[in-house]
Each structure stands twice: as C-alpha cells, then as structure tokens.
C-alpha cells in the first residue's frame, strides 16, 4: 500500500494564480481531509470528506474548493492564490470519524 | 477559547530518561477522542497513541503512554526512555463528537518541540 499520496510536494504560486493539490489514498478510508499548516503552528482543518460526493467545511475553508468524485481521490483547490495561504498543507484519511488519521507527506505553498 | 492547549513551547530530556508533555482539552462532548501525532524534522506526521473518552485503562504503546485525567481534562503523554530520535514536535489533537458525523470537529494544539540531549 502506498497509503496517502501527494502532489506536488513544493509549489511557488504568483498572486491570483488558481492550483490543484492532488492527494489520493489507497487504504478504502470513507474520511479524508484536507488540513493546513502556518509555520511554528498546529494544524487547521480546511475541508473534510465523508464519503465520495460529501464534502463539508472546516475551521479554515475560505479561499479553498475541494471535491470527492471517488472514494480515493480528494483534490484541494486554490482559486486566486494569496500570500495568506502560504503554508504547508497535509492530506489525511481514516477508517471512520473516529480512527487514526494517516497523512501525507504534504505539501509545501509558497505565494509571492 | 482554544480547544487544547499545550502549554510547553519546548522541553529538555536526557536521554534514557522518562519525560511528560502537557495536553488539556475544552469540550462539553462525553464523547470525544484524544490523540498525539509526532512530528520529526522531516516534516511527516506520525501517529503515537489514541485515548477514547470512555476508555476507562490510560492507553500505552510502546514506550508511549497517555495519562488521562478525565475531570481535569488533560492527556498528557509520557515518553519513557527517551531516545535521540524523539527530538520532534509533539501535537495533541482532539476528536469530538458521537457517532460518525464529527469530522469537522478534529482540532491540533500547536505542539511542543522536544529535544532529547545525549
């Protein structure tokens, strides 16, 4: 199993510029999530997803979209990049709202 | 009000001995989980232990274990025998709710960074 994956694993983005981040699990997990990282800081969850076709925000959705068209797959997007979203961002999945969340290896932003 | 607080930016060990991080948590939930993710340098999260608000025996793996104190809302974690290798950042993280509708209620402290002294 190749667990969680994410693409890509650095990016520099230009003000206004729009990107996908890419993550997928193999595991069969029904929860995924999309979280963010500020340096020096805990991490904020962003989206969430409960099953493909349920998505629901976060403590941090503005500026972000995201998708569940699979069970595997879990794409974040950033529409008009902003310096503020500069960060790191972390994929996760777990079996269930309750278990223990495996995460990518994330993904680090930069916006100039 | 912040969910889980940790109170210590950064702790000192030697190495081979034992160490405790804080962790308190806020929630009117009886239903709730609590978990400590490791974070090394290298960036990736690492799950260390899980402790569900009605388990009634404090949750061990390995050389972690969790000091639960339900009525004053703290998980601590113990690190016993500590290693060079722990030298991470440590985060507690709470998930509250009951049944299977709480995703969106999973919260992070903001860690504290652990060194481990030869």
Known sequence: NAGVTQTPKFRILKIGQSMTLQCAQDMNHNYMYWYRQDPGMGLKLIYYSVGAGITDKGEVPNGYNVSRSTTEDFPLRLELAAPSQTSVYFCASSFGGSGEQFFGPGTRLTVL | ?118
């Open chain 2, 1 to 118: 009000a912040q969910k889980i607080t940790q109170t210590q930016p950064g702790m000192f060990v030697q190495e081979k001995e034992a160490v405790t991080l804080d962790c308190t948590y806020d929630t009117s939930d009886q239903s709730y989980g609590l978990f400590w993710y490791k974070q090394p340098s290298s960036g990736e999260m690492i799950f260390l232990i899980y402790q569900g608000s009605y388990d009634e025996q404090n949750a061990t793996e390995g050389r972690y274990s969790l000091n639960f104190q339900k009525a004053r809302k703290s998980a601590n974690l113990v690190i016993s025998a500590s290693q060079l290798g722990d030298s991470a950042m440590y985060f507690c993280a709470m998930r509250e709710g009951q049944g299977d509708n709480y995703g969106q209620n999973f919260v992070f402290g903001p860690g504290t960074r652990l060194s481990v002294l030869p």
